[in-house]
């Protein structure tokens, strides 16, 4: 089966350094989603594109947060400074849009100490 | 998006149907409703969606009532594997101001006894 693949799995780091979490979506996906998991507020979008172009990241704090898709293969979100708060588990997600159904990865646990 | 209601918590024998309620009385006619689910430590798994008629794969089937205003989602023949959290989501067809992402409440942990 064709999987959302994201790395790191893990990521433990000191508060202030850079973080990038990389995901690569299903090929021939053209919509690709980042979303957080906390205990606290739970699953939450973050930002999405569609045929690389950032269509919304209104969920995302813009300061220090940055998500890019480099090429079709490959979509990174980007925290620089990291701070505690940040500490989390994203996922990114792929889809065909439309009515079809987004595809998940297993996330990237991030701790910032 | 329309706003879902699911019970917390459920439980269900191994072997018997597992039967999880979603209420979705605000949808609108250009509403899908999604199921998916996460196992601990794992990404949400999508399961099935429907727009107004019952739909039916490997996994489950998903039962709308013909008002829409609320859906079923039945695993046949529960098995320990499928102890998860279980995410009932509508979700619109026209993109923009984040239209095209989910939208995820608390869900409901079905939890499958032995």
């Not at chain 1, 009515?99 to 297993?106: A, E, L, N, V, Y």
């Not at chain 2, 996460?38 to 969606?49: L, R, V, W």
């Not at chain 2, 989602?73 to 102890?83: F, G, V």
């Amino acid at each position: 089966d064709a999987r959302v693949t994201q790395t790191p799995r893990h990521k433990v780091t000191e508060m202030g350094q850079e973080v990038t979490m990389r995901c690569q979506p299903i090929l021939g996906h053209n919509t690709v989603f980042w979303y957080r998991q906390t205990m606290m507020q739970g699953l939450e979008l973050l930002a999405y594109f569609r045929n690389r172009a950032p269509l919304d990241d209104s969920g995302m704090p813009k300061d220090r947060f940055s998500a890019e898709m480099p090429d079709a293969t490959l979509a990174t979100l980007k925290i620089q400074p990291s701070e505690p708060r940040d500490s989390a588990v994203y996922f990114c997600a792929s889809g065909l849009g439309g009515s079809q159904p987004q595809h998940f990865g297993d996330g990237t646990r991030l701790s910032i100490l | 998006d329309a706003k879902t209601t699911q019970p917390p918590s459920m439980d269900c024998a191994e072997g018997r149907a597992a039967n999880l309620p979603c209420n979705h009385s605000t949808i609108s006619g250009n509403e899908y409703v999604y199921w998916y689910r996460q196992i601990h430590s794992q990404g949400p798994q999508y399961i099935i969606h429907g727009l107004k008629n019952n739909e039916t794969n490997e996994m489950a089937s998903l039962i709308i009532t013909e008002d829409r205003k609320s859906s079923t989602l039945i695993l046949p023949h529960a098995t320990l594997r499928d102890t998860a959290v279980y995410y009932c989501i509508v979700r619109s067809l026209y993109s923009g101001g984040g239209a095209d992402g989910l939208t995820f409440g608390k869900g409901t942990h079905l939890i499958i006894q032995p």
